[in-house]
């Protein structure tokens, strides 16, 4: 199991499913989500509010499940929050921008990188969701199952999955 605690400053554990002790893998880790075959723990850190991202503040990792020295994905990105595994592991998407130039709206999309290093495609997702008014603004990509995404996004009072 992994999870996230504020304690000793924030960050992200691991512990066995059937209990025993937990152990520190990531200071400030935040979602930690172990990859389909259980041999990594993708995370990120920093700082949101609502599905705003603070300016250069965030920045997603790749590490050992076991622990160990961990890898920034996109680390030409400005931010890179809330990732996901692709179903076979060998992708990441996430929520991001390149640079902090130009209107936020304009400047933030989810990307597809490769866990191994390469460069990031721009899926145009959040702007192709935001001209469908009924989508309303993309927050959160939850789960990458097949060719589709599910999602979080608030439309008029409410959130609801996509």
Do not use: C
């Not at 890898?71 to 902090?100: H, K, N, Y």
């Not at 990188?113 to 309303?136: M, N």
């Amino acid at each position: 199991i992994a999870f996230r605690s504020e304690r000793q400053g924030g960050g992200f554990y691991v512990m066995p499913a059937l209990g025993g002790e937990e152990r520190k893998i990531a200071d400030q880790g935040r979602t930690p989500r172990f990859s389909p075959d259980g041999n990594w723990i993708l995370y990120w850190v920093g700082f949101t509010t609502g599905w705003h991202i603070i300016p250069s503040f965030g920045k997603t990792y790749v590490v050992a499940a076991t622990g160990g020295t961990q890898r920034q994905i996109a680390p030409e990105f400005q931010d890179a929050v809330w990732p996901i595994w692709s179903p076979d592991g060998r992708q990441i998407l996430f929520l991001g921008r390149r640079d902090t130039k130009g209107p936020y709206e304009e400047t933030i999309d989810w990307w597809v990188a490769p866990v191994e290093r390469g460069t990031p495609t721009r899926t145009g997702a959040v702007s192709s969701l935001r001209r469908q008014r009924h989508a309303g603004r993309p927050r959160i990509p939850s789960q990458w199952v097949g060719d589709k995404v599910v999602f979080s996004s608030a439309f008029q009072a409410t959130t609801n999955l996509w």
